[in-house]
């Protein structure tokens, strides 16, 4: 294993719905494609991070990069999917999801306690400023890590629960004013209708994971 002291922060300069529908992997073949045509012998990073949070690896570890000019030697490059049109100063938020943030910081984290020699994390903007890339400030970002939201605190995960109460106040109110078999059949309605609302908090709560509100 090489020695390896730093994590590079760089971004893709996509759009935000550039290859939307495919997985990561297909957007790290497309790089990989664009940086053989530059003359790289393959995809330049260790690591591509894609919108909705998920990670996918290039390089090995133990193979230096093809990232960032005098400084590959000794470190990791890591690449957002977006970016583009972005400015050096920008906020993390203007041009990447609440999932990249927190997949990002996980996996620095997790490169961390795999490398322990790893003392410090740049953006390529640190070493060139003819790039604006990653298109904000790393270190800024870094020292500034947005409090966790709560799952109470999610508009979508309130928005099932009103559904959840409105229909189950309809519901009680209904089924007082039934008798017998047809309070059998408005039971089995109502259980119905609960399991379809639950299945939609289900939805809801994955979109919420992902980074959406």
Not at 35 to 62: I, M, Q, T
Not at 114 to 133: F, L, Q
């Amino acid at each position: 294993m090489r020695k390896i002291d730093e994590i590079i922060i760089h971004c893709a300069a996509t759009q935000p719905k550039w290859m939307a529908s495919e997985p990561v992997e297909a957007k790290r073949t497309e790089i990989d494609r664009w940086h053989r045509d530059r003359g790289f012998n393959s995809f330049g990073y260790h690591y591509l991070l894609d919108r909705d949070g998920k990670v996918c690896a290039g390089r090995g570890l133990e193979e230096q990069g093809a990232h960032t000019r005098g400084h590959n030697e000794h470190s990791i490059g890591i690449c957002l999917v977006g970016g583009h049109g972005s400015s050096a100063t920008d906020a993390f938020s203007t041009n990447y999801t609440d999932a990249q943030d927190q997949a990002l910081r996980v996996l620095i984290n997790e490169l961390k306690i795999r490398v322990p020699t790893i003392t410090k994390v740049s953006g390529h903007n640190d070493y060139t400023n003819a790039k604006a890339c990653p298109g904000f400030k790393v270190d800024r970002w870094l020292a500034n890590k947005p409090p966790e939201r709560k799952l109470v605190e999610s508009k979508t995960m309130q928005a099932s629960a009103l559904q959840i109460a409105s229909g189950a106040g309809t519901g009680l109110a209904a089924l007082g004013a039934l008798d017998g078999a047809a309070q059998l059949i408005a039971i089995g309605f109502a259980g119905l209708t609960v399991l379809l609302a639950m299945w939609i908090m289900r939805e809801r709560l994955q979109k919420w994971a992902k980074g959406d509100r």
